[in-house]
Every structure is written in structure tokens, then in C-alpha cells.
């Protein structure tokens, strides 16, 4: 059995020899102070309901328009967005990973998650996209880089991909603010993440992270009637074929996507194309990828799919980091791409009923690699792991707990 919250809390509070755990007890000194302090929370959960038109609108008229940020590519500053994945515990194998999609909201529900995350001291911690209402400098600030703000930031690195919300202001915040604040520890050398995407790796597995937040918005107004593709820039594709090379035959390690932008949705827009982008790249291979990504506010892990021409792919969304969780079944047609769905009922609010927010907790020990998907309470709702055969890079998937959600199998 996993050991209790409380114990770990214990365990991190009394024991402060390492400087993870150290830094683990200072976020948890921060987020007590915060809790005490309701005002620093700048929004309430009720505020993100999408029949809030006139609170969107709000925001997005007030920063949609203007040039884009223009695009980051590796490599920059002597940079090439390949990061060698270290334990923030010299003696420790295990590297953990914490993933968090959709959280930025500056709520109870994020701080909960965020505290919920450094009560596990992650070595990583990972930023999926979507800060709102649209991403700006006050946004990041208060989510990220104000010294009341609940992100947690890995003692080995802590990085972030974009969102659309972060493109509604241009991504001028996303690129000037927060990848700033962000980095990956190469040995004692703190690297400052340069561009919106990156690659994490070891001599088993490769976390590829891409970015489909800078394509996912085109023309004011344009995109709501007609949406962009989120396809993935020629600069970004160059630097999977030649720095990440992506396409190798002789790199059998396990391969991990993270987007911000669902590959395979049951509910709701997918975007095929950066999938089938990557599948170019990564030639004939019939080897699985794993990826996970958010932007739908749900918990949904998918039976293994490839969809369109893309890559065969363990599909997970886990949009559930911050904002109204929805629950709602999808047409019965879509129910059989689904493996789980956490559709449990957190409360009610009005007439909408609202799940559990929550991250997932990805552990590397050699070859494998478990996925923990926990709730705010802390209840790990679904645990799989993935053992990867360097013979041929094909992955054996295991199911390791689930509790009752929907379940469909
Ligand atoms: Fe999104």
C-alpha cells in the first residue's frame, strides 16, 4: 500500500536532510502561509463555466489582438532543448515526474493540486498549457512566479508547454514571463527553458514535449468559426528529425509525447495533424507511443489508438489540473475509445456537477514506467505502468490499480 499523505507530509517535514527535501518543506511553509491568506487566490472555480460567455469575451477582447510573439527555436543561447533526466537525490534511481495540464486557474482546486504535488517533491514538474483566462503577465504571475503563487518547481526542472489561453494574448507572458522562470537542471548548470518545447531523456525513455499551443489560434474571431490545426512548425520539425531525431531505427527507448492538444478526443475536437507529422518522422516503425495531454477538462485514459496516420498511441487527456472538471458521458459511438474515465461527482455548483481535479505522477525506474493519475485528495483513481524492450521498442502495458470511475472495457 502507497504510504498516507499524512505520513508523507510527516516524512518531508521532519526529515530535512537532502535539498529536495528541503525545498519539498519550504513550498509546503508557503502554501500553509497561503491558505491562511484566502486573498491570494484570484479566482473562483464558478468563474471558468463555459456558459460564461461575457466573462470570456471580457478577456479575450481585451487581448486578442496585436502581432504574435514571434517563434523560439533550439537551438538558442548554446541551447539544444535536450535535457539528461536527473534525480534531485544523488543516491536515488527513480526519477519522478509530476504533469499537470489545464491548472493554471489561481483557484482553491489548483492550489490543492499544487500543494497536493509538493508533498511528493517531483523532480520535474510539467506545465501542459492553458493559463487563464488568456495567459497574461498577471496570470503568469499569479499562478507561477509571484511568491504567493502555488506552482511547485522540481528541484530538477520544471517546464512548461503553451496552451491556446496563452496564444489569446499573443504568448508575449508565455515567452517573455514564464519560460524564463522555467528550466532543467544539468547537473549543478541551471538551464532557462528556451523555446516552447523539449525533450527530457535517460537511457531508457525520452519525454518529448511538443508545442501545438503557438498554431492552435489563427485571425480574432476567424478562429472561433474555423480552428486552427495546431500543426507543428517547420522549426520544431527539424529539431525532432535532426536534434531529438525522432526517426532513428537504432533508438529503441520508450517514447512519452506531452501536448498541450489532444491527439484523440470522445468528446470534443482532436487535432491529427501534429500526430501525423511525428509519424513522418518516425518512419515505418509500428512502435507505440505514450502520450498524454489536456486542454479537455476530464480524466479519460484511451484504449490504444492510432488515429488517422498517425502513431499507434497509449492516449491519456488529463485537462483535470485546475478547472471544472466535466463528467458528462460522450455519444455512444465514441464510449468504445474509452478505457477509463473518472466521472465521480466532487460537488455541485448550481446545476453543474463538477469531478476531481488532480495531476499524474509518472515514476522511471530503468525500464518502466508507472503513471500514478491522483485526485486532489490525494486517492490514486487509476495506476498503470509501462515496461519498454530495448530488443525491438515495443512497450508491455499493465494495469496496476483503478478505482471505480467508468470504466469501460
Ligand atoms: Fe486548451
Known amino acids: 500500500m502507497a504510504e498516507s499523505a499524512e505520513d508523507r507530509t510527516k516524512k518531508y517535514l521532519d526529515l530535512g536532510h537532502s535539498e529536495a527535501e528541503n525545498h519539498a518543506k519550504t513550498q509546503l511553509e508557503l502554501y500553509e502561509k497561503r491558505v491562511k491568506d484566502t486573498s491570494s487566490v484570484t479566482n473562483v472555480i464558478s468563474e471558468f463555466f463555459k456558459t460564461n460567455l461575457i466573462g470570456f469575451a471580457k478577456h479575450y477582447l481585451r487581448s486578442r489582438f496585436g502581432a504574435k510573439h514571434p517563434y523560439q527555436a533550439y537551438p538558442r543561447n548554446g541551447d539544444s532543448g535536450i535535457y539528461k533526466l536527473q534525480s534531485s537525490i544523488p543516491s536515488r534511481e527513480e526519477i519522478s515526474i509530476a504533469l499537470l495540464s489545464d491548472w493554471a486557474s489561481d483557484t482553491t482546486e489548483s492550489d ?12 520535474y514538474t510539467i506545465h501542459m498549457g492553458d493559463i487563464y483566462f488568456v495567459g497574461a503577465p498577471k496570470e503568469v504571475e499569479a499562478n507561477f512566479t509571484a511568491p504567493y503563487s502555488s506552482w511547485y518547481y522540481g528541484a530538477s526542472g520544471s517546464l512548461a508547454l503553451s496552451g491556446n489561453h496563452e496564444m489569446y494574448s499573443n504568448g508575449n507572458a508565455f515567452f517573455q514571463h514564464l519560460l524564463p522562470a522555467m528550466y532543467a537542471m544539468e547537473g549543478e548548470v541551471k538551464k532557462t527553458q528556451q523555446a516552447g518545447f523539449f525533450c527530457l531523456e535517460n537511457e531508457h525513455w525520452r519525454i518529448v514535449g511538443i508545442d501545438t499551443g503557438y498554431t492552435s489560434v489563427g485571425k480574432p474571431f476567424l478562429e472561433i468559426l474555423s480552428p486552427p490545426d495546431c500543426h507543428l512548425k517547420d522549426a520544431q520539425i527539424a529539431w525532432l528529425r535532426d536534434v531529438v531525431k525522432i526517426g532513428d531505427p537504432a533508438d529503441t527507448r520508450g517514447v512519452v509525447i506531452l501536448s498541450h492538444h489532444p491527439y484523440l478526443s470522445a468528446f470534443r475536437e482532436e487535432y491529427v495533424r501534429p500526430g501525423e507529422q511525428i509519424k513522418v518522422l518516425m518512419g515505418d516503425s509500428n512502435r507505440p507511443v505514450i502520450w498524454l495531454w489536456g486542454h479537455d477538462h476530464r480524466l479519460v485514459i484511451y484504449n490504444m489508438f492510432k488515429n488517422g496516420n498517425g502513431p499507434v498511441a497509449y492516449g491519456r487527456c488529463i485537462g483535470h489540473g485546475g478547472l471544472p472538471v466535466e463528467i458528462r458521458l460522450p455519444d455512444l459511438v465514441d464510449l468504445n475509445k474509452i478505457n477509463y474515465y473518472d466521472t465521480r461527482v466532487r460537488t455541485v455548483i448550481g446545476r453543474h456537477s463538477l469531478g476531481y481535479n488532480g495531476f499524474v505522477r509518472l515514476v522511471l525506474q530503468g525500464k518502466k514506467l508507472t503513471a500514478e493519475y491522483r485526485d486532489l485528495e490525494d ?8 515496461t519498454i524492450n530495448k530488443e525491438n521498442g515495443q512497450l508491455e502495458w499493465n494495469v496496476v490499480d483503478v478505482i471505480p470511475g467508468l470504466a469501460v472495457r
Not at 112 to 123: G, T
Not at 379 to 386: D, K
Open 112 to 123: 490543492a493540486v499544487a500543494n497536493l504535488v509538493s508533498r511528493y517533491s517531483p523532480d
Open 379 to 386: 486517492t490514486c483513481v487509476y495506476e498503470e505502468c509501462w
